[in-house]
């Protein structure tokens, strides 16, 4: 189970945070069409983001039933997904004139985010999960283990 909700998490996170597109300078403000271009890959990533919760929900067969409980999921999908965000924004943003240290401790903030999301993401998983057939189950089961298989070749090239 904890792998599974772990699964979900980073496929989801990870996804998010390679969608990213990067942030101004601290020292410089964004211009106009900076803006503009940033506000679109904001609405490409929620895009991204709202696609795969559509596919996960008919993937994992959700019914009338788990409707409550499946939008907790999704709307902590979205809620990690902008926190982490967040988190990358903020080290893009300070990455051109950045100690050793002020990356390191921008990273963490990542991870963090990262960790945190996960908690968070299990913790409202958990009840759905418990209250799916055994039929959904194994296919939950079988999604999550799928993605974390192909992350882990995706890392390995």
């Known amino acids: 189970m904890k792998i599974i909700v772990a699964a979900l998490a980073s496929t989801f996170l990870i996804s998010s945070a390679s969608a990213q597109s990067p942030a101004p300078s601290a020292s410089v403000p964004p211009s106009p069409a900076a803006s503009a271009q940033a506000g ?11 696609r795969h ?18 939008g907790a999921v999704a709307k902590t999908m979205r809620d990690n997904a902008s926190a982490l965000d967040m988190a990358i924004d903020k080290r893009e943003a300070i990455i051109h004139n950045a100690t050793a240290i002020d990356d390191l401790n921008a990273y963490a903030d990542i991870a963090q ?44 090239q």
């Not at 679109?40 to 709202?50: F, L, N, Q, T, Y």
């Not at 019914?63 to 409550?68: F, I, L, N, R, S």
């Not at 759905?128 to 995706?154: G, I």
Request: charged share 35%; glycine share 2%; hydrophobic share 40%.
């Open 40 to 50: 679109k890959a904001d609405a490409r990533r929620d895009m991204r983001v709202d």
């Open 53 to 70: 919760i559509k596919e996960l929900r008919g993937k994992l067969k959700i019914t009338a039933a788990e409707e409550t409980q499946w």
């Open 113 to 156: 985010a990262h960790a945190d999301a996960v908690k968070k993401l299990s913790a409202v998983f958990s009840p759905l999960y418990a209250s799916m057939s055994d039929t959904q189950k194994k296919v939950a089961d079988e999604v999550f283990a799928q993605r974390a298989h192909e992350r882990k070749h995706q890392h390995k």
